[in-house]
């Protein structure tokens, strides 16, 4: 998967202003989007869009230089210092790369891992799933396909995050009967966006 020209990244800035602007992202702090998403750091490789808030901030640096090691590619999406902000600007910023099919995959950090899961579920195509163990990592891509990956900094150690994360990326879905329940839940959401409740 190719880098994001300079271009592009400026390109999803300017829709994400306008989503704010017209209300569609109503707790987002319009000021935090210019400096969400970053050049991915290596070309070439597939890419890993990868943000956290406050309280995931130093696990997200730690896993950006892990990631690299596997040989991906990272996007940093932000937020760049341990300064309070809210974690749905990160976890929509992640999400939408995915759904855009601008990242392969995505990692979104917070203190728990659930309010970034919840969020990032909300953008279209996106199946976000909370691991807190090897086993959920690969339960959530074997049988669920899950593109997004959210962890709860304050309930994990750094080890074994990257063991998760590792496992993660590395399993396959499964296809077959996962397959006829992951379209199903694509059913539902696209059942959704029509009808517009």
Sequence with gaps: MSSLSDAELH???????????????????????????QKPIQENKPIIAIGADHGGFGMKESLKTYLIELGYSVADCGTKDKSAVDYPDFAHAVALMVSKDEAWRGIVVDGAGIGSCMTANKVPGVR???????????????HNDANVLTLGAGLLGDSLAKQIV?????TDFGGGRHARRVNKIKAIEKFYLKSGT
Excluded: H
């Excluded at 306008?18 to 989007?33: C, I, K, L, M, W």
């Excluded at 976000?128 to 891509?141: E, G, P």
């Design 166 to 170: 590792k496992t993660w990326l590395m």
């Design 128 to 142: 976000a799933a909370m691991c807190y163990d090897i086993s959920t990592a690969m339960n959530s891509r074997e």
């Design 11 to 37: 390109e999803i800035v300017r829709q994400v202003m306008q989503r704010v602007r017209s209300g569609e992202t109503e707790s987002a702090n319009p000021d935090n989007f210019p400096q969400l998403i």
